[in-house]
Protein backbone atom coordinates (compact mmCIF):
# COMPACT_ATOMS: atom_id res chain seq x y z
CA UNK A 1 0.00 0.00 0.00
CA UNK A 2 1.38 3.59 -0.74
CA UNK A 3 1.10 6.49 1.67
CA UNK A 4 -1.05 9.09 0.36
CA UNK A 5 0.36 12.39 -0.96
CA UNK A 6 -1.20 14.50 1.75
CA UNK A 7 -1.38 13.21 5.49
CA UNK A 8 -4.21 13.12 6.85
CA UNK A 9 -3.34 15.72 9.80
CA UNK A 10 -2.20 18.10 6.91
CA UNK A 11 -4.20 20.61 5.05
CA UNK A 12 -5.98 19.94 1.99
CA UNK A 13 -4.71 21.00 -1.57
CA UNK A 14 -6.71 24.29 -1.39
CA UNK A 15 -9.69 26.42 0.70
CA UNK A 16 -12.76 28.29 -0.45
CA UNK A 17 -14.15 31.03 1.89
CA UNK A 18 -17.50 32.57 1.07
CA UNK A 19 -18.10 30.25 -1.92
CA UNK A 20 -21.75 31.45 -2.24
CA UNK A 21 -21.23 35.52 -1.93
CA UNK A 22 -22.93 37.67 -3.73
CA UNK A 23 -20.15 39.71 -5.72
CA UNK A 24 -19.63 38.96 -9.46
CA UNK A 25 -15.86 38.86 -8.67
CA UNK A 26 -14.47 35.25 -7.67
CA UNK A 27 -10.98 35.73 -6.16
CA UNK A 28 -8.07 32.73 -6.68
CA UNK A 29 -4.83 32.88 -4.67
CA UNK A 30 -2.45 30.43 -6.10
CA UNK A 31 0.79 31.29 -3.61
CA UNK A 32 -0.89 32.07 -0.87
CA UNK A 33 1.16 29.38 1.65
CA UNK A 34 4.48 29.00 2.26
CA UNK A 35 3.55 25.39 3.20
CA UNK A 36 5.59 22.19 2.19
CA UNK A 37 3.72 18.79 1.98
CA UNK A 38 4.98 17.03 4.48
CA UNK A 39 6.51 14.10 2.49
CA UNK A 40 8.50 16.43 0.43
CA UNK A 41 10.77 17.28 3.21
CA UNK A 42 12.22 20.88 2.96
CA UNK A 43 12.85 20.28 -1.10
CA UNK A 44 16.53 21.29 0.23
CA UNK A 45 15.89 24.53 1.63
CA UNK A 46 16.56 26.58 4.19
CA UNK A 47 13.70 27.82 6.24
CA UNK A 48 14.54 31.39 5.12
CA UNK A 49 14.32 30.31 1.33
CA UNK A 50 11.30 28.81 1.67
CA UNK A 51 9.92 31.89 3.38
CA UNK A 52 11.21 34.85 0.63
CA UNK A 53 8.87 35.54 -2.49
CA UNK A 54 9.95 32.11 -4.06
CA UNK A 55 8.07 30.33 -2.12
CA UNK A 56 5.05 32.13 -1.54
CA UNK A 57 3.45 35.77 -2.58
CA UNK A 58 4.40 37.61 0.77
CA UNK A 59 0.88 39.10 1.91
CA UNK A 60 -1.38 37.69 -0.95
CA UNK A 61 -3.33 35.49 1.31
CA UNK A 62 -4.09 38.50 3.73
CA UNK A 63 -4.82 40.57 0.90
CA UNK A 64 -7.36 37.94 -0.48
CA UNK A 65 -9.15 36.94 2.62
CA UNK A 66 -9.58 40.78 2.95
CA UNK A 67 -11.11 41.43 -0.54
CA UNK A 68 -13.33 38.36 -0.01
CA UNK A 69 -14.63 39.61 2.98
CA UNK A 70 -15.02 43.09 1.79
CA UNK A 71 -16.81 42.43 -1.88
CA UNK A 72 -18.87 39.43 -0.42
CA UNK A 73 -16.87 37.46 -2.95
CA UNK A 74 -15.76 33.62 -3.33
CA UNK A 75 -12.35 32.96 -2.74
CA UNK A 76 -10.52 29.91 -3.98
CA UNK A 77 -6.47 29.75 -2.41
CA UNK A 78 -3.75 26.82 -2.44
CA UNK A 79 -2.46 25.67 1.03
CA UNK A 80 0.76 24.59 -0.35
CA UNK A 81 3.91 26.17 -1.46
CA UNK A 82 4.66 26.75 -5.24
CA UNK A 83 8.39 25.15 -4.84
CA UNK A 84 6.05 22.50 -4.46
CA UNK A 85 4.08 23.01 -7.75
CA UNK A 86 3.32 26.27 -9.18
CA UNK A 87 -0.54 26.32 -9.71
CA UNK A 88 -0.40 29.55 -12.48
CA UNK A 89 1.41 27.59 -14.75
CA UNK A 90 0.03 25.03 -17.26
CA UNK A 91 1.55 21.72 -16.66
CA UNK A 92 3.78 21.63 -19.36
CA UNK A 93 5.66 25.59 -17.98
CA UNK A 94 9.34 24.34 -17.07
CA UNK A 95 8.72 26.53 -14.22
CA UNK A 96 5.56 24.27 -12.58
CA UNK A 97 8.38 22.45 -10.14
CA UNK A 98 10.78 24.64 -10.92
CA UNK A 99 14.24 23.38 -10.27
CA UNK A 100 15.84 27.09 -9.80
CA UNK A 101 13.87 29.79 -8.80
CA UNK A 102 14.86 33.40 -9.31
CA UNK A 103 18.65 31.94 -8.47
CA UNK A 104 18.03 29.71 -5.98
CA UNK A 105 18.57 25.57 -6.83
CA UNK A 106 15.73 23.76 -5.44
CA UNK A 107 16.98 20.56 -4.88
CA UNK A 108 14.24 18.39 -3.79
CA UNK A 109 12.96 19.38 -7.41
CA UNK A 110 15.64 17.96 -9.35
CA UNK A 111 15.62 14.82 -11.58
CA UNK A 112 12.47 14.54 -10.35
CA UNK A 113 10.41 11.05 -11.78
CA UNK A 114 7.37 11.03 -14.04
CA UNK A 115 5.90 9.76 -11.51
CA UNK A 116 6.95 11.95 -8.46
CA UNK A 117 6.23 14.39 -11.14
CA UNK A 118 2.26 12.77 -11.48
CA UNK A 119 1.59 12.91 -7.60
CA UNK A 120 2.28 16.45 -7.08
CA UNK A 121 -0.17 17.21 -9.83
CA UNK A 122 -2.93 14.73 -8.84
CA UNK A 123 -2.77 15.96 -5.26
CA UNK A 124 -2.46 19.51 -5.66
CA UNK A 125 -2.65 21.42 -8.96
CA UNK A 126 -6.11 19.10 -10.55
CA UNK A 127 -8.42 19.17 -7.19
CA UNK A 128 -7.82 22.71 -6.76
CA UNK A 129 -8.01 23.51 -10.72
CA UNK A 130 -10.92 20.99 -11.05
CA UNK A 131 -12.81 23.01 -8.13
CA UNK A 132 -12.54 26.53 -9.36
CA UNK A 133 -13.40 25.02 -12.33
CA UNK A 134 -16.79 23.76 -11.07
CA UNK A 135 -17.81 27.21 -9.63
CA UNK A 136 -17.21 29.08 -12.94
CA UNK A 137 -19.58 26.30 -14.83
CA UNK A 138 -22.07 26.51 -11.79
CA UNK A 139 -22.11 30.22 -12.36
CA UNK A 140 -22.27 30.58 -15.74
CA UNK A 141 -24.67 27.39 -15.54
CA UNK A 142 -26.88 29.86 -13.25
CA UNK A 143 -26.58 32.85 -15.57
CA UNK A 144 -24.54 34.66 -13.07
CA UNK A 145 -22.19 37.45 -14.46
CA UNK A 146 -18.50 36.93 -13.44
CA UNK A 147 -15.14 38.14 -13.09
CA UNK A 148 -12.18 36.36 -12.22
CA UNK A 149 -9.70 37.95 -10.16
CA UNK A 150 -5.89 36.07 -9.39
CA UNK A 151 -4.26 37.90 -6.46
CA UNK A 152 -0.77 38.30 -6.01
CA UNK A 153 2.20 40.09 -4.58
CA UNK A 154 5.43 40.55 -6.28
CA UNK A 155 8.83 40.99 -4.57
CA UNK A 156 9.93 44.53 -4.55
CA UNK A 157 13.61 43.71 -6.28
CA UNK A 158 14.23 41.02 -8.54
CA UNK A 159 17.55 39.83 -10.00
CA UNK A 160 19.11 43.38 -8.66
CA UNK A 161 16.61 45.64 -10.21
CA UNK A 162 14.39 47.98 -8.19
CA UNK A 163 10.62 47.66 -9.39
CA UNK A 164 9.46 51.31 -9.65
CA UNK A 165 5.32 50.12 -9.24
CA UNK A 166 3.19 49.81 -6.62
CA UNK A 167 0.85 47.46 -7.68
CA UNK A 168 0.55 45.94 -11.35
CA UNK A 169 -3.08 44.91 -13.07
CA UNK A 170 -2.32 41.78 -15.75
CA UNK A 171 -4.53 40.52 -18.37
CA UNK A 172 -4.33 39.52 -21.71
CA UNK A 173 -8.22 39.61 -23.49
CA UNK A 174 -9.99 41.43 -20.92
CA UNK A 175 -8.27 44.92 -21.67
CA UNK A 176 -11.37 46.83 -21.39
CA UNK A 177 -11.57 45.52 -17.38
CA UNK A 178 -8.13 45.93 -16.92
CA UNK A 179 -7.67 49.30 -18.02
CA UNK A 180 -10.50 50.39 -15.65
CA UNK A 181 -9.20 48.94 -13.16
CA UNK A 182 -6.32 51.03 -13.48
CA UNK A 183 -7.72 54.26 -14.16
CA UNK A 184 -9.79 53.76 -11.04
CA UNK A 185 -6.27 53.29 -8.91
CA UNK A 186 -4.83 55.93 -10.52
CA UNK A 187 -7.24 58.35 -8.73
CA UNK A 188 -4.68 58.39 -6.06
CA UNK A 189 -1.89 60.18 -8.16
CA UNK A 190 0.82 58.90 -5.50
CA UNK A 191 0.14 55.56 -6.98
CA UNK A 192 2.64 54.23 -10.10
CA UNK A 193 -0.14 51.53 -11.50
CA UNK A 194 1.08 49.84 -14.57
CA UNK A 195 -0.52 47.69 -17.25
CA UNK A 196 1.13 44.67 -17.08
CA UNK A 197 3.90 44.79 -14.54
CA UNK A 198 5.95 43.26 -13.60
CA UNK A 199 4.61 40.20 -15.71
CA UNK A 200 3.03 39.82 -19.05
CA UNK A 201 0.56 36.72 -18.92
CA UNK A 202 1.87 34.64 -21.42
CA UNK A 203 1.62 30.86 -21.94
CA UNK A 204 3.87 30.03 -18.71
CA UNK A 205 -0.29 31.26 -16.92
CA UNK A 206 -3.12 29.41 -15.86
CA UNK A 207 -5.46 31.12 -13.66
CA UNK A 208 -6.40 34.11 -17.05
CA UNK A 209 -5.92 32.50 -19.36
CA UNK A 210 -7.68 28.91 -18.24
CA UNK A 211 -10.31 30.23 -16.68
CA UNK A 212 -10.94 33.54 -17.77
CA UNK A 213 -10.11 34.26 -21.41
CA UNK A 214 -10.87 30.38 -22.64
CA UNK A 215 -14.56 30.54 -20.78
CA UNK A 216 -14.85 34.84 -22.05
CA UNK A 217 -15.27 35.73 -18.60
CA UNK A 218 -13.39 39.17 -17.96
CA UNK A 219 -9.78 38.35 -15.87
CA UNK A 220 -7.33 39.58 -14.68
CA UNK A 221 -4.00 39.40 -11.95
CA UNK A 222 -3.47 41.68 -9.23
CA UNK A 223 0.25 41.96 -8.50
CA UNK A 224 0.89 44.25 -5.64
CA UNK A 225 4.04 44.95 -4.26
CA UNK A 226 4.47 42.67 -1.06
CA UNK A 227 6.49 45.37 1.06
CA UNK A 228 3.05 47.51 0.95
CA UNK A 229 1.17 44.00 2.62
CA UNK A 230 3.40 42.53 4.46
CA UNK A 231 1.87 44.10 7.67
CA UNK A 232 -2.12 44.29 8.76
CA UNK A 233 -1.71 48.22 8.36
CA UNK A 234 -1.15 47.84 4.61
CA UNK A 235 -3.24 45.04 3.85
CA UNK A 236 -6.08 46.71 5.50
CA UNK A 237 -5.02 49.89 3.21
CA UNK A 238 -4.82 48.04 0.31
CA UNK A 239 -7.91 45.57 0.98
CA UNK A 240 -9.91 49.20 0.67
CA UNK A 241 -8.32 50.78 -1.89
CA UNK A 242 -8.57 47.31 -4.16
CA UNK A 243 -12.06 46.59 -3.35
CA UNK A 244 -13.44 50.43 -4.10
CA UNK A 245 -11.15 50.37 -7.59
CA UNK A 246 -12.94 46.52 -8.15
CA UNK A 247 -16.56 47.74 -8.12
CA UNK A 248 -15.94 50.97 -9.53
CA UNK A 249 -14.51 49.32 -12.75
CA UNK A 250 -17.33 46.24 -12.42
CA UNK A 251 -19.28 47.61 -14.94
CA UNK A 252 -16.52 47.48 -17.51
CA UNK A 253 -15.68 43.89 -16.79
CA UNK A 254 -19.37 42.48 -17.07
CA UNK A 255 -20.06 44.22 -20.10
CA UNK A 256 -18.88 41.05 -21.76
CA UNK A 257 -16.42 43.04 -24.35
CA UNK A 258 -13.28 41.20 -24.95
CA UNK A 259 -10.42 42.18 -26.92
CA UNK A 260 -10.11 40.41 -30.01
CA UNK A 261 -6.47 38.30 -29.65
CA UNK A 262 -6.52 37.73 -33.19
CA UNK A 263 -5.90 41.92 -33.56
CA UNK A 264 -3.43 42.78 -31.08
ZN1 LIG B 1 1.94 34.98 -7.53
Redesign the pocket.
Known amino acids: MTEPFLALDEPPAYGVVNPDGASPYVLLC ?2 ASPRIPRCLGDLGLQEAERLRHIGW ?1 IG ?1 QALALGLAAALDAPLFLTNYS ?1 LAIDC ?1 RPLDAASLMPEVSEATVVPGNRGLTASARRARIEALHNPYHAAVARRLDARQAAGLPTLVV ?1 V ?3 TPQFKGNERPWHAGILFERAEAFGRALIAALAEDPTLVIAANEPYRIDTDDYTVPVHGDARGLPAVLL ?1 VRHDLIADAAGVRDWTARLSHALRAAQTHGTSGRLADRAGR
Open positions: EHDARNGHSFE
